[in-house]
């Protein structure tokens, strides 16, 4: 009897034109099952903080800010960290811009900085109020006016 084995490949596969620059930041790579990894072709890039399981990094020089993905459970369903040991939190860029609504250094993956996917989805038993869509700057001057606008409903 022959028995089949798959790999699973789980990761970041980016190719873009030669003349490109693409920025990959903050992402979060976890795949028990098998394989991890940033794999990085043709184009330019500005390639920090990414977190991968296995820590497998290609097509790109690692500056030291992208590492391996330790301590960490990630919530299947949501998407969300669920170990507060986990070197993600407080260890995406470092960059003001994208700094945590608490203006703390954001967490890496999809629940870290002022975008953070709580503000827009809060799934949680709380009755909070739900935003669709802001349009704001991401850097004001001291004492500049700051328009922001934001779509959503109160529950």
Not at 93 to 115: E, F, H, P, Q
């Amino acid at each position: 009897m022959l028995k089949q084995t798959y790999s699973i490949f789980y990761g970041i596969n980016v190719n873009t034109p030669a003349a490109a620059t693409t920025e990959v930041l903050n992402n979060i790579v976890h795949a028990p099952i098998y394989w991890a990894g940033l794999a990085l072709g043709a184009g330019n890039y500005s390639v920090h903080y990414n977190y991968i399981t296995g820590g497998s990094f290609s097509g790109f020089t690692n500056d030291g800010t992208n590492l391996a993905l330790l301590n960490t459970t990630i919530n299947a369903a949501t998407g969300a960290i669920t170990t507060p040991l986990s070197n993600c939190i407080n260890g995406g860029t470092v960059d003001s811009a994208y700094a945590d609504i608490d203006l703390t250094r954001n967490d890496a993956g999809c629940y870290g900085g002022s975008y953070t996917l709580d503000n827009f989805f809060p799934i949680t038993a709380n009755d909070w109020a739900r935003v669709i869509l802001v349009t704001a700057p991401r850097r004001v001057l001291v004492n500049g006016t700051i328009n922001v606008k934001a779509i959503g409903f109160d529950k």
